[in-house]
């Protein structure tokens, strides 16, 4: 029973370059979240996603970033145009339909922008 | 605005000692309150969810508990082991799912 898989594990940008996080929930949890945690800091949330639907995107920056879940594959977190200060561990978590679950966490992309 | 804030930032212990991790909100009208443990380099590994509506929830050596009126919870963990050593994260549920986290405890459980 594989957890929530995230890749890359690490991932290397230029400035101005595109970057791509996969993350492939639990099975049988429909409920994906994105969180980032930036250096010394503490882990925010960016975007709530269900099947095909964005629920609450309240966390993420306006511009160069958008997610996706779509009805067969992983979720997507993409940003355009990295810039330095998108450097940053980006974590994925699921939970299923049921409320009140934990959500369980994916190892995380470390993205370093050059 | 719903803060969550963790004291104390950082803790050295020795092996075998009993020790509280403290972690409060401003906001009391949570669904749920989740205990992780993150290690260097690593994901989150949860650790404890407790309900807006029970006080504890214990597993092996971990005992969480939640005060919802005074906006606190307590993480304790007896016996400390030098495998303990990890950050410690508290977070918050509200209506919409989405975790609010607070700050972290830095623990070092040293032999």
């Known amino acids: 029973n594989a957890g929530v898989m995230q890749n890359p594990r690490h991932l290397v940008r230029r400035r101005g370059q595109e970057a791509r996080l996969r993350c492939s929930p639990m099975?049988?949890?429909?409920?994906v979240y994105w969180y980032r945690q930036l250096p010394e800091e503490g882990l925010k949330f960016m975007v709530y996603?269900?099947?095909?639907?964005?629920?609450?995107e309240s966390g993420m920056p306006k511009e160069r970033f958008s997610a996706e879940f779509p009805k067969e594959g992983p979720s997507i977190l993409r940003i355009q145009q990295v810039v330095r200060g998108d450097s940053a561990a980006y974590f994925c978590?699921?939970?299923?339909?049921?409320?009140?679950?934990?959500?369980?966490f994916g190892d995380g992309t470390r993205l370093s922008i050059l | 605005k719903q803060e969550v804030t963790q004291i104390p930032a950082a803790l050295s212990v020795p092996e075998g000692e009993n020790l509280v991790l403290n972690c409060s909100f401003t906001?009391?009208?949570?669904?749920?309150l989740q205990w992780f443990r993150q290690d260097p380099g690593k994901g989150l590994t949860s650790l404890l969810l407790i309900q807006s509506s029970q006080r504890e929830q214990t597993s092996g050596r971990l005992n969480a508990s939640l005060d919802k009126s005074s906006g606190r919870s307590t993480l304790y963990i007896a016996a400390s082991q030098p495998g303990d050593s990890a950050t410690y994260l508290c977070a918050c549920s509200y209506n919409t799912d989405k975790l609010i986290f607070g700050t972290g405890t830095r623990l070092q459980v040293f032999p």
């Open positions: 996603l269900q099947k095909e639907n964005i629920i609450d």
């Open positions: 978590a699921s939970s299923p339909e049921i409320v009140n679950q934990p959500q369980h």
């Open positions: 906001d009391s009208a949570i669904y749920n």
């Open positions: 099975k049988g949890h429909s409920h």
